[in-house]
């Protein structure tokens, strides 16, 4: 329950605030920082109890390599779910209907040039550099325990190159949240698949090929 706590949290941050600074229109840069900081900071406050996973696709990476088990993940992820829902509906009561219809709710969404298979290719590859950062920084016993800061920084710079062509969800959830109220369904197979294989694939990868048994 603690860990349950801890990702519903987590990921009702990141909604919130990712959201809030695309309403408030910071820009490019200032929407990047504000999901990678967001990570930064609550993927530290809940890696202890956790491990921080805040995002469907972490949690999959982690079940398909042994370091979760289908009862646990499946706990996680519907936590993660829940906490984006719940950030949504707090948004559309505490900002202005105008606002966040002008943004779509900060729903991801491809881009008006990208096709939906341009816009799963660009999640696909988006979430693996996520997740191979993820392995890197914080699985991997070798590395300096500094594993939120560099995962929040690839969230920012994901989110520099790929906020413009897909929205830059990397993350299911991201998606989801924003997506039911906004009535922005129709890509959700582009933010469960695209990211779900993007990590997928990193994690296999680092955890068979890379990572020092």
Not at 7 to 26: N, P, S, Y
Not at 77 to 90: E, K, P, R, S, Y
Not at 107 to 113: E, I, N, R
């Amino acid at each position: 329950m603690k860990a349950l706590i801890c990702e519903f949290i987590g990921t009702f941050a990141l909604i919130f605030v990712g959201v809030g600074a695309i309403a408030a229109d910071a820009g490019l840069v200032g929407v990047a920082l504000a999901h990678g900081l967001v990570i930064a900071v609550m993927a530290s406050a809940t890696g202890a109890i956790s491990g921080g996973h805040l995002n469907p696709a972490v949690t999959i990476a982690m079940l398909i390599t042994g370091r979760s088990t289908v009862n646990k993940a499946a706990g996680y992820i519907v936590a993660q779910c829940l906490g984006a829902i719940t950030a949504a509906c707090l948004l559309e009561l505490l900002i202005p209907v105008h606002t966040l219809a002008a943004v779509n709710l900060g729903t991801p969404a491809p881009g008006h040039d990208a096709t939906p298979m341009m816009a799963l290719g660009i999640e696909a590859i988006l979430t693996f550099f996520l997740v191979f950062v993820i392995f890197g920084t914080a699985v991997d016993p070798r590395a300096p325990k500094m594993g939120a800061l560099f995962i929040g920084l690839t969230v920012t710079l994901d989110i520099l190159i790929g906020g413009p062509l897909t929205g830059a969800a990397m993350n299911p959830a991201r998606h989801l949240g924003p997506a039911l109220l906004s009535g922005g369904m129709g890509d959700s197979w582009i933010y469960w698949l695209g990211p779900i294989l993007g990590g997928a694939v990193a994690a296999i990868l680092y955890d068979r090929v890379l990572l020092d048994k």
